[in-house]
C-alpha cells in the first residue's frame, strides 16, 4: 500500500497486491472463499465444492500460484492494483484505468527454503540494507480500458494489448519509524480520479477500518 501526502494536506491511496488476478467478480464469494481456505477437515470438502459454483475463479487461482512463491525483496515483485478507477482530464474527457507498479531493479528469485532460513523478517531486514546503498524505485504504470473492458469487475481480464503508460516513479529512500498506525483506503482519491462502482473496491474502506481497529486494540 502507498499513501500520497499531497500539497493541500490531503491522502490519497494505492491499494496492490503481488497476485495479478482477483478470483471474484462480487464480495459475498470472495469472504466465503477466505472462511473456507483456512485449514481443517472441513475445507478438504467444501473447497471443491464451493469452486463447482464458482468455475470462473479456478483460472485466476491457477495463474495467482505463481506469484505465491517467497520474493528476495520487497521491491523485486510486481504490484496490482486490480481495481479500475474513472481518470478526467481538463476538458470534461474520462478514461478508466488500474494501477501497476512495476519494480525497476532485477533481483535473483530465492527458493523457499533460502527464505525460511533468512527468518520472518528476512523483507524487511533486506530492505534496510538495501537503503543503505541509496535508494530503490518502482515505476507506477496504467493500463487504459478499450472498448468491451468491465471496469466495474475486478475478476475481468483486461486484454495484454490495451494501452499502458508509466505515469510516475516512487522512489523509497529510508524505512520509517511512525508505526502501524496507518488506514490505507483505496478509495480516498483526489481531483481528477474517481472510484469505479466496483463492489469489491467499495467494500474495503470498512474491512481496512476494522483492521485497523483491531490493531490498535491489540496494541493497547
Do not use: C
Amino acid at each position: 500500500a502507498v499513501t500520497f501526502h499531497l500539497a493541500d494536506g490531503s491522502r490519497t491511496d494505492i491499494s496492490a497486491q503481488t497476485v495479478p488476478r482477483f478470483p471474484f467478480r462480487d464480495v459475498d464469494p470472495f469472504v466465503e472463499f477466505v472462511r473456507l481456505s483456512k485449514p481443517g477437515p472441513a475445507a478438504a470438502l467444501k473447497l471443491p465444492l464451493f469452486l463447482a459454483r464458482h468455475p470462473r475463479a479456478v483460472g485466476a487461482l491457477r495463474t495467482n500460484l505463481a506469484a505465491l512463491k517467497p520474493p528476495p525483496s520487497f521491491v523485486a515483485p510486481t504490484y496490482y492494483a486490480l481495481h479500475a478507477f474513472k481518470w478526467l482530464d481538463a476538458e470534461g474527457g474520462e478514461r478508466y484505468v488500474r494501477y501497476t507498479w512495476r519494480p525497476t531493479i532485477d533481483i535473483p528469485d530465492l527458493g523457499r527454503g533460502e527464505a525460511k532460513a533468512r527468518g520472518p523478517d528476512y523483507l524487511s531486514a533486506e530492505l534496510v540494507m538495501r537503503l543503505e546503498q541509496g535508494p530503490v524505485r518502482l515505476e507506477l504504470e496504467v493500463q487504459i480500458a478499450g472498448p468491451g473492458d468491465d471496469p466495474n469487475d475486478p475478476s475481468a481480464v483486461w486484454p495484454q494489448e490495451r494501452e499502458r503508460i508509466v505515469v510516475g516513479t516512487l522512489e523509497v529512500t529510508a524505512p520509517t519509524d511512525e508505526g502501524d498506525d496507518f488506514v490505507f483506503d483505496p478509495t480516498r482519491v483526489t481531483d481528477g480520479i474517481e472510484p469505479s462502482d466496483d463492489p469489491v473496491l467499495r467494500f474495503r474502506p470498512r474491512a481496512y477500518a476494522i483492521s485497523h481497529e483491531r490493531r490498535s486494540a491489540g496494541a493497547g
